[in-house]
């Protein structure tokens, strides 16, 4: 049965100059609404007329701006790109202006004082209640208890830092650079691997360009950054057999962004310019306030507890990859200085995990196929939650996108609707990188019981099919897919008044936790059966194979969980450091 959605699906279709022109006109309605608001009588100043007349106008904002926003990340035009960027720059240069209007939240303090006197509080639900503090302390965060000369030195920093995450970001979706190898050079990657390769001839040699996306570079490089004694960030390697490939793929790599130095730098700079600002000893204490963690201390006993519990696993873990590095070497006569690179951990990890467990990762990767782990796995969403998605055919950002509407299960008209959800699976140039789910509309009531539904784009770069073998999938990638997932149903399945406090917008050391949880259903035996199917026999996985992918699951988990210490630290050490240092020499000091 085919019921209508009680809100359509937003369109695509606009042009750069469209763009411009709405974002400016949605800055301008709600600018005036935060006019009225400044204008009032304190004595008019109530729960309505204040709070609920700002969350209705900001989550209408943020609805419209957000899908202008997007585009950025996911348009093959780079004039509509180029325009979203600008456009979210505005959104963010209003946004900070807003948040420094003394007139505004002087209404906020006059209606939460006459909610208090007059017993209306009480009355007030769990949810209403939690708007007003959190609209309150809003405004001391940002500066708004400060004399007029620091307010406009904060304003004018806040907006050199909104630019500089923008460019940064920028790069990040614009870099299209490759690093090119001759056949030679990439013996061990896989051959329907390397047939997908850009292949042209160089004086006279036949090489191969790999970009820098994760199903080209992937195979040869990795990231998994560990914080080990002597070792550095570097990417880890996992097929090249050539530790000279691997080595040269790493810089590629690791300098691919070098453009967004300065700006990292930059950005640092004015974030503890803007924390001394506001009172705070560093900008971890200021971003931490509001997360469950609460401050930079907290953080840090936290990672130094981890630490010390996964340092002695991960060092006999280094012992027993260096032996079997040190043996390859002798076995192929290859120089050994006895050191282990970090572009080694990925390509020894695999063949540790294939000699102690006789597992190829390849030979896994065959039984996943894109065009049935994506359906399965939203089949298993589907019965483990009670909801049902159709697929629609209507306006996308590009012909690859998946569309769906999605209902309750046993819904049998619109008040079954829960909302849209959308899938952008495959790498193309200038498209975010990697993996995320970005909620474009939020749920939350308008009025007489009606609602404004929800929107979740997943955006992934799963590898294409080649033209030996269809689009397959790493057991990683069906294990990230299913995480974005949870993502996804975290903003569809919320239902809140208020816009503001919709899906994943909850404290941010909480957001990963549904999905962390969601994402061991990819270690159940029943759930990898249902999920496998091998493209050319279409047999599920074997039980064997099933227990071996199972155990892998334990084996280097100190030097993986020591990778995601090294991004904590590295994070908390560059917005703890009192003096003014450049990215490098922090990282000298990791």
Known sequence: MSITPPQPAPSWNHTPEELTRLNNGYIAANRAVQDAVGHLDPKGANFTSVFVALADADARFEAATELLAFYQNVSPSKELRDASNEAESAVRQFSIESSMRLDVFNAKIAAEKN??????????????????????LDGKRAGLALPEKERTELTALKKELSQA?????????????????????????????????TKRTENETEVYDVTYQTPDIFP????????????TKYPQFKFAESPETRRRAQEGHESRLEINIPLLNKALDLRRNIAKLLGYKTWADYITEEKMVKSGKNVADFLDDLENKLRPVGLKELDILLALKK???????????????????????RKFIEETLDLDD??????????????????????????????????????????????????????????YCYLDLFPRPSKYGHAAVWGL???????????????????????????????LMRHDDVVTFFHEMGHVFHGLLSKTKFSRFHGTSVARDFVEAPSQMLENWCWEPKVLEQMSSHYETKKPLSPELIEKIIKSRYINVGLFYLRQLF?????LKVHTEQGRRSVHMLLKKS
């Open 165 to 197: 995450c923008l460019d940064f970001s920028k790069n990040f979706n614009e870099e299209n650079g490759h690093i090119t190898f001759t056949i030679e050079e990439l013996k061990g990657v896989p051959h329907d691997v390397v047939s997908g390769y």
């Open 567 to 571: 991004f904590a630290k590295f994070d």
């Open 115 to 136: 909610l208090r006197e007059s017993g209306e509080w009480e009355k007030l639900s769990a949810e209403e209640q939690r708007l007003v503090e959190k609209s309150i």
């Open 362 to 419: 390849m030979l896994v990767k065959e039984y996943f196929p894109v065009d049935v782990v994506v359906p399965t796995i939203l089949s298993i969403y589907q019965n483990l939650l009670g909801v049902r998605f159709e697929e629609i055919h209507g306006s996308t950002w590009h012909p690859e996108v998946q569309q769906f509407a999605v209902w309750e299960k046993d819904a049998k008209d619109e008040t079954g609707f829960i909302g």
């Open 441 to 471: 509309l939020p749920g939350y009531d308008i009025s007489e019981g009606k609602r404004a539904y929800p929107l979740t784009a997943m955006v992934a770069n799963l590898a294409k099919p080649t033209p030996q073998k269809p689009a």
């Open 327 to 349: 043996k390859e070497h002798e076995e192929k006569r290859l120089p050994f200085d006895g050191k282990f690179y970090i572009w080694d951990y990925r390509y020894y990890d």
């Open 220 to 231: 040869i490089v990795r990231l998994l950054e560990i914080l080990l004694a002597n070792l």
